[in-house]
């Protein structure tokens, strides 16, 4: 989870610098998207603390299974959340680069 806090900062700093050199783009679409996926990120980190505590109250649970089913759970939503965040870190660079190279043109067709 460090690494997606560090690639978020990363864009973050590239749509500030953007920002800078041109007043006139608008970044409000990365902008959203790095929104989202801050909070995903958050939301990920608190469900794997969780997570954490269940498995510990699985070992003394008389019933393990049962206990281990909601750790499951858990962690499987955490892994929805980060391939969310990797969609939206995915979408947003791609609207970068889009701001960056300008309007795309036309290709050639053969």
């Known amino acids: 989870m460090a690494r997606l806090e560090k690639l978020i900062g990363r864009i973050e700093r590239r749509i500030a610098v953007i920002e800078s050199s041109n007043e006139d783009l608008d970044t409000t679409q990365p902008q959203a998207d790095i929104a989202e996926a801050k909070a995903l990120l958050d939301e990920s980190q608190t469900s794997l603390q969780a997570a954490q505590d269940d498995i510990e109250a699985v070992i003394g649970n008389p019933d393990p ?14 892994k929805k959340n980060l391939v969310e965040i990797h969609r939206l870190l995915v979408q947003a660079i791609g609207d970068i680069k889009g701001l960056r190279v300008g309007t795309p043109t036309e290709t050639p067709t053969p």
């Open 65 to 78: 299974k049962a206990a281990f089913k909601q750790v499951i759970d858990t962690i499987g939503g955490i």
